[in-house]
């Protein structure tokens, strides 16, 4: 189910997960010791890379603690996994025909960050599909790796390309 939910840019390299008008996440990539800022209502956390080839992602509570952590099943993999709530999950990366990140465990979908085509416009658009209401936390995992594809990608982003 599509839901009304939209990344925005604000100053600097800060973007914003917006619903109706109110900032549900935040998310500052101006590294501080190697970690980035991210907001969820009044809770504070830090995303860090590490790992072989930055294959392994942290998310840490205010006071340090790690939430979750996103391994790859391989090296090599397209596919990674992540505990939440007690609850393993996949991240997979798809490439076809277009870049999609999602977050599922066995077959069910939960949440996808992709790109769209849009026919009327003939441009690519950000495209986020979510099963019922998925905890902000994965928003915020999502948009972290989806945000420089979706740069690269889309007219959303390239506002500052011809005058836009």
């Known amino acids: 189910m599509e839901q009304n939910k939209k990344w925005c840019r604000t100053k600097g390299r800060k973007s914003e ?3 109706n008008g109110a900032v549900l996440a935040s998310i500052d990539r101006e590294e501080k ?16 890379l ?18 979750l952590t996103v391994e790859a099943e391989k090296w090599y993999s397209k ?9 393993t999950y996949q991240l997979l ?7 999609e990140f999602v977050v599922l ?5 939960y949440l996808a960050y992709g790109l769209d085509f849009m026919k009327e416009t003939k441009k690519a658009a950000v495209r986020i599909n979510e099963k019922d209401n998925q905890p902000l936390i994965f928003h915020a995992l999502l948009w972290y790796l989806f945000e ?17």
């Open 79 to 87: 596919t990674y996994t992540f505990n939440y709530g007690g609850h």
């Open 93 to 99: 990366v798809r490439n076809n025909p277009l870049a």
């Open 105 to 109: 465990d066995n077959t069910t979908e």
């Open 33 to 48: 010791d190697g970690r980035v800022g991210l907001q969820i209502g009044s809770e504070l956390y830090t995303l860090k």
């Open 148 to 164: 420089p594809i979706a740069m690269e990608n889309t007219i959303d982003f390239q506002w500052w390309v011809w005058g836009l």
């Open 17 to 19: 997960l917006r619903q």
């Open 50 to 67: 590490s790992g072989f080839m930055g294959q392994k992602l942290e998310l840490f509570d205010a006071s340090s603690m790690p939430i």
